[in-house]
């Protein structure tokens, strides 16, 4: 049944009788034209059908593959004029029975985006918030000597997520009475890269998703989850990519190398000028997270857990806010393990590549059998 009623984008004065209405707010609308218009608050129910169903990654397929079917309607009938697949008054109740109209085809699709964890592909783009205020080239571009952007860098989108500075950070010798380690400025790196990741694949956080988020973030990050201890920014970082290419955590947009990368251009800060400020805004967002993660967990374990990752952030704050000039060697061990992890990709991919070259395919041939019995007389020793 159709909407009664004008459509509520129309120009005024020209307003053509309801045919549709809109999933999130259900103003009715006429046409693919003012849907287009009001594509903000259906982007944004897209958003939170995709959101909610990453949740524990227990969810429904058939709800999530209408998430991804709507989506692509939408994108499909964009520049088909006058036309629309989206059937009249489409709400969120409709989505199920959108799973059985995917061919088979669609729905292997799909599933392989949900087991890989690439299902935030479906999600308007998202950009770290740490690229926002920066008008120089990051410096791994300038030793590079190119300014050309990462493939696994997110494409950019909204910058309005940056999180503040916290206005009041306490200063270590009220924290400890006892020397800092020389070890703890190498937890930055492993800390940052489950941050950059974990922004990521969460798609800047979202408050519904907050127990899975901090879940992610202490099992990528050892010095959070375990209280690890590294002597180089090399093993922080390793430890962390280790953690994702055991499987144990989806890859992300980024991937372990763009993780370590964005781990290095929050070191670097804005500049000479601000170093630390980049660091300090994301060890205050964690820091933030985790104590209202630490709220909402039921179970006496996981709060014991959250508060001591809390308190290392908080440690780690200190510490960033009275060393600023080691935040930039910092961000060059990263800069050299990024190269490294690259470097090692490339010859992987090579030596592979020259292997299925030399096997006609991905597998090595079969063996050839070296002794071959012959037919005829067997078993007579007189013979």
Partial sequence: MEPAGPCGFCPAGEAQPARYTCPRCNVPYCSLRCYRTHGTCAEAF???????????????????????????????TENVPGETSLSPGPGPGALSGLWERLTPVEK?????????????R????????WWGRRTRPWLLEELDGSSGGDPAEPIPGDLNCAPAVP?????????????????????????????????????????????????????VSGALGTQQIFASAEEALQAAAHVLEAGEHPPG?????????????????????????????????LAQSLGRARKQALVRN??????????????????????????????????????????????????????????GGPMPPAPKTLIEELPGRTGDPSH
Wanted: aromatic share 8%.
């Fill in 46 to 76: 897209y958003r939170d059908q995709v959101l909610g169903e990453l949740r524990g990654r227990s969810a429904s397929p058939s709800r999530l593959a209408g998430a991804l079917r709507r989506l692509r309607q939408q994108r499909e």
């Fill in 167 to 219: 206005t009041r950070i306490p200063t270590l010798a009220s924290l400890s009475r006892s020397p800092t380690s020389p070890l703890v400025r190498f937890q930055l790196p492993n800390v940052l890269f489950a941050y950059a990741h974990t922004l990521a694949l969460y798609h800047g956080g979202d408050d519904a998703l907050l127990s899975d988020f901090c879940a992610t973030l202490l099992g």
């Fill in 253 to 285: 947009p980024l991937g372990t190398r763009g993780a370590m990368q964005e781990s290095a251009r929050i070191l670097w800060g804005e500049g000479p000028a601000n170093r630390k400020g980049y660091t300090l805004a994301a060890l205050g967002h």
């Fill in 108 to 120: 292997a699709a799909f599933e392989r985006l949900l087991r890989q964890g690439e299902a935030g």
């Fill in 302 to 359: 996981e709060r014991d857990r959250l508060y001591r990752a809390r308190k290392k952030c908080q440690f780690l704050l200190a510490w960033t806010n009275e060393n600023e000039d080691a935040l930039m060697p910092l961000g060059l061990d990263c800069t050299l393990a990024y190269r490294a992890h690259a470097m090692a990709a490339e010859e992987v991919a090579a030596l592979t590549e020259e292997l299925e070259r030399l096997w």
């Fill in 122 to 129: 479906l999600l308007p783009p998202w950009r770290p918030w």
